[in-house]
């Protein structure tokens, strides 16, 4: 199982990026899939996530600027963040397990991880 993030990259506030990860090698035709972010000093927190009937689960700091979604035929995942913001800066990390359910967000419910890729919001 691989999961590879790009698109990273350093932005201005109120800017836009969007995110990839390219999924490889699961058994199953379709898993749950998520973004988490991790600052310098502060732990790893849950971003959004997509299960695997389609719906979507945002964190409160990212409702109304970040979407996610997912190309089934391509395996890959998307995050789209728009009004970018400083405190969005982060290294963020796609994730992926068989399910996700309501505590999508604790990242011990995942069992695959990318490698991240850097988001960095300053003026």
């Known amino acids: 199982v691989q999961l590879l993030e790009s698109g990273g990259g350093s932005e201005q506030p109120g800017g836009s990026l969007r995110l990839s990860c390219a999924a490889s090698g699961f058994p199953y035709s379709d898993v749950c899939m998520a973004w988490f972010r991790q600052a310098p000093g502060k732990e790893r927190e849950g971003v959004a996530a997509i299960d695997m009937d389609g719906t979507t689960n945002y964190a409160d700091f990212v409702k109304g600027r970040f979407t996610v979604s997912k190309d089934k035929a391509k395996n890959t995942l998307y995050l789209e963040m728009n009004n970018l913001k400083p405190e969005d800066t982060a290294m963020y990390y796609c994730?992926?397990?068989?399910?996700?359910?309501?505590?999508?967000?604790?990242?011990?419910?995942?069992?695959?991880w990318g490698q991240g890729t850097q988001v960095t919001v300053s003026s």
């Open positions: 994730a992926a397990n068989f399910w996700c359910g309501s505590m999508w967000y604790e990242a011990l419910r995942y069992s695959y």
